[in-house]
C-alpha cells in the first residue's frame, strides 16, 4: 500500500472526549477536552492537555485539583457546548448537577456515568498548551454502569472524537491480550 506524507500533525486516531471540572474563582466550570489520557494504571495517573487561554485552566493552578467526567452519547449538545463557550462568558455551572467526594476540591458531573478526582502531580508547559498530570484520589461509576462490578464500556456509552464528528463505540473487535497470543512463538 502506498503512503503519503502529509503535514505533521496528530495522528488521525479516536480521541477519548471527558469533560474537565474545577473551581474557577470559587464557582463550579467545565471545559471539554479531547487531548485526555492514562499514563500510569497502578496507581492510576492521568492527564490532560488544555490550550494555555482556557478559563479552567487559572482554576486548576490555583486549586490543585480537577475532576475527569466521561460523557454518555447522550450528553452530546451539553458536551459540545461545554467545548465552544468559555467560562469567561458563559456561566457554565448550571449546565450539570455537582457533586463533590470527602473535599470540595473539584466539582464531579453526576449526569456523567464516570468521575474521577485528580490532584495536580505535575503541570508541563508546551508552547500552547498545558498539561495537567493527576494522580487520581477519588473514583466513581454509576451502578447501573457495572458488570460483574467492573466498568461496562457498552453500558457507559463514551464519545469519542473522529476528525471533526463524535462517534460511539462500536462492536468489539478481539479480546484484549489474548488476540495476539497465537503470534507468541513458544520455544
Request: glycine share 8%.
Amino acid at each position: 500500500m502506498e503512503k503519503i506524507q502529509l503535514q505533521n500533525q496528530a495522528p488521525a486516531t479516536p480521541l477519548p472526549i471527558v469533560i474537565a471540572g474545577a473551581l474557577v474563582d470559587g464557582k463550579e466550570n467545565y471545559l471539554t477536552i479531547g487531548a485526555y489520557g492514562v499514563m500510569s494504571i497502578q496507581p492510576p495517573v492521568v492527564y490532560i492537555s488544555s490550550m494555555k487561554g482556557h478559563y479552567t485552566n487559572a482554576g486548576i493552578r490555583k486549586s490543585g485539583y480537577f475532576s475527569i467526567n466521561v460523557p454518555s452519547a447522550g450528553l452530546i449538545k451539553k458536551t459540545d457546548y461545554c467545548g465552544l463557550v468559555s467560562g469567561r462568558d458563559a456561566d457554565k455551572s448550571e449546565i450539570f448537577s455537582a457533586f463533590y467526594g470527602k473535599k470540595k476540591h473539584a466539582p464531579m458531573i453526576r449526569e456523567c456515568p464516570v468521575n474521577a478526582l485528580c490532584k495536580v502531580a505535575k503541570t508541563v508547559e508546551l508552547p500552547n498548551n498545558d498539561v495537567f498530570i493527576g494522580d487520581v484520589i477519588e473514583y466513581y461509576v454509576d451502578k447501573d454502569c457495572l458488570t460483574d462490578k467492573v466498568p461496562d464500556p457498552k453500558k457507559i456509552d463514551p464519545l469519542v472524537l473522529a476528525g471533526r464528528s463524535y462517534r460511539k463505540l462500536g462492536r468489539v473487535a478481539g479480546a484484549a491480550f489474548i488476540a495476539g497470543k497465537a503470534l507468541i512463538k513458544k520455544p
